[in-house]
């Protein structure tokens, strides 16, 4: 059980990314997905979710409008678009799975998590 968040990178202001997160060794439609962000010296939070339907998603206040969320099931992958980013928005960002397919930003409720992506906003 595997997961990978690809995507990250350097990009200026405004500008806007697509960060991926791939299953290997499960199937990720069963699994609600969360997209988490931390940055050193601060708890890691929860940028936004996607129930395992695809049905609900959430999405925190700092990237409502800006980020969206949405998952390919042929691919078994779930992607965050990012859109007009900010320098506040640099962070590792972290795919998690959680095996209650519901809405959570609580971090503990994801049992499954890849190994982070970088995204750096420069000003």
């Known amino acids: 059980v595997q997961l990978q968040a690809s995507g990250g990178g350097l990009v200026q202001a405004g500008g806007s990314l697509r960060l991926s997160c791939a299953a290997s060794?499960?199937?990720?439609?069963?699994?609600?997905v969360g997209w988490f962000r931390q940055v050193p010296g601060k708890e890691r939070e929860a940028v936004s979710c996607?129930?395992?339907?695809?049905?609900?998603?959430y999405y925190a206040d700092s990237v409502k409008g800006r980020f969206f969320v949405s998952r390919d099931k042929s691919e078994n992958m779930v992607y965050l678009e990012m859109n007009s980013l900010k320098p506040e928005d640099t962070a590792v960002y972290y795919c998690a799975a959680s095996e209650d397919g519901i809405i959570s930003r609580s971090p503990v409720r994801y049992t499954s998590w890849g190994q982070g992506t970088q995204v750096t906003v420069s000003s």
């Open positions: 060794g499960f199937n990720l439609d069963y699994y609600a």
């Open positions: 996607i129930t395992s339907s695809g049905g609900s998603t």
